[in-house]
């Protein structure tokens, strides 16, 4: 799985000096992504996809969230409405078993998911700054940042994000 790196520069200038630096770093320019505000002259970076520009890992992510919400809820109901028809202790266990499953999945889900959107960045390019997206191994995103950050300190980190391959998001 790679992760999703954001930062935000002040200009298309400075954008594309951060481009060049991180190919001649070896990252791949299909790997790098650049939103900003209508009319802006991107000419010279790898302008985001319309599918990038949606942020499908949100929706993904929120889709999911509201699914396990939804599977603990119907395990509750189903809890309550067999203790009080009185079933045996022991088919009290089959929803209390999705409950406990449905909550752990949660917790490591809020726990050790990164997820930074799309959506905290939208004032910012609003205003005129510009958003550069690095798709990177989870293993090369210390050494990512601290190269944008040695070469181009004007460069404000805006997080990580998770970006799955297979999915394209």
Do not use: C
Not at 6 to 17: C, K, M
Not at 71 to 91: D, E, K
Not at 141 to 166: C, K, S
């Amino acid at each position: 799985m790679k992760r999703r790196l954001y930062f935000l520069l002040p200009d298309t200038s400075h954008a594309r000096s951060a481009v060049k630096d991180l190919e001649a770093s070896g990252i791949d320019l299909d790997a790098l992504h650049v939103i900003a505000r209508p009319g802006t002259d991107l000419d010279g970076l790898p302008v985001a996809t319309g599918r990038q520009r949606r942020d499908l890992g949100e929706r993904l992510e929120t889709a999911l969230w509201d699914g396990n919400l939804g599977v603990f809820f119907i395990a509750l109901v189903a809890l309550l409405v067999m203790t009080l028809i009185q079933l045996a202790w022991y088919w009290l266990l089959i929803p209390a078993a999705f409950m406990l499953v449905s909550f752990a999945a949660g917790v490591v889900f809020t726990s050790h998911v990164p997820n930074v959107h799309l959506s905290e960045f939208r004032d910012a390019v609003r205003h005129g700054e510009i958003l550069l997206m690095v798709d990177v191994p989870a293993v090369d995103v210390e050494q990512v940042e601290t190269l944008v950050h040695r070469h181009h300190p004007e460069a404000v980190a805006g997080g990580v994000g998770w970006h799955i391959d297979a999915l394209h998001i």
